[in-house]
């Protein structure tokens, strides 16, 4: 789905977008939270240095002139640019930094909402998507942290093992609905995507739940579960 229908769905009062390359940003229209601050890409874009610099400034510039409002990220990537010269640069410390960016807006009182309607992959996903307050998803998206022939080169392990592992583990499987089980995604979009954002608007993001959703779903039976021994010992 292009980024122009996805708006105009969940904005049918109205929005106002400016473009600029994989970048848009502007604003559209809730009935419960007014307007709501809208930063996203679209073209498939891989997430290199400038791009992650440009969308931190964004969400900063949401958190210096329009103090509290919610910010909706909408995703569309190919992963983190795999360059020598992004390495070299640090390219993990701008994804990081895109990631405090993220949690400090929280901290301020925005409510950051990232729904992704094209693809989301690998430290694209992780940056710009999946370390939002809280993630959604379009039935039709594509979601990823790594692609199975990669983690069979990475661990060694046959790719027709890991397939048919894939079929009953949800964190090694690739795809929004594995990611819902897991918790990871706290929701699938469907139908009237309007009120879908006037209902994340209201969920509380004071708190990190995925992992009791991973438990709740059958996708992370053990992750709640580890971290609350890890928080009593």
């Known amino acids: 789905m292009k980024a122009q229908e996805v708006l105009s769905r969940i904005f049918p009062d109205g929005y106002e977008i400016q473009a600029s390359g994989a970048i848009f940003h502007g604003t559209g229209t809730t009935t419960s939270a007014g307007k709501v601050a809208v930063i996203g890409t679209e073209g498939h874009p891989v997430l290199g240095i400038p791009i992650l610099l440009q969308l931190s400034e964004l969400i900063l510039q949401v958190m210096r002139k329009t103090p509290r409002r919610a910010i909706l990220l909408l995703v569309d990537n ?18 990081a930094h895109l990631v405090k960016v993220q949690d400090l807006a929280r901290r301020q009182g925005h409510p950051v909402i990232a729904l992704v309607y094209g693809n989301s992959c690998a430290g694209g996903f992780i940056g710009f998507g999946l370390c939002a307050g809280h993630t959604y998803a379009l039935p039709d998206s594509n979601t990823s942290v790594m692609i199975l022939p990669a983690i069979a080169r990475v661990t060694k392990l046959p790719l027709e093992y890991l397939e048919e592992l894939s079929q009953t583990v949800a964190v090694f499987a690739p795809g929004v609905r594995n990611f819902e089980r897991t918790g ?32 709740q779903r059958g996708g992370r039976p053990l992750a709640a579960t580890v971290i609350n021994r890890v928080l009593n010992a």
């Not at 992963?79 to 701008?94: I, P, R, T």
């Not at 995604?185 to 509380?204: N, R, S």
């Open 184 to 215: 990871g995604v706290a929701g699938v979009w469907d139908g009237d995507l309007q009120h879908c954002l006037e209902q994340a608007l209201q969920q509380d993001q004071s708190a990190d739940q995925r992992a009791e959703l991973g438990a």
């Open 78 to 95: 190919d992963g983190q640019k795999m360059a020598l010269e992004d390495e070299l640069l640090g390219l993990n410390q701008y994804l």
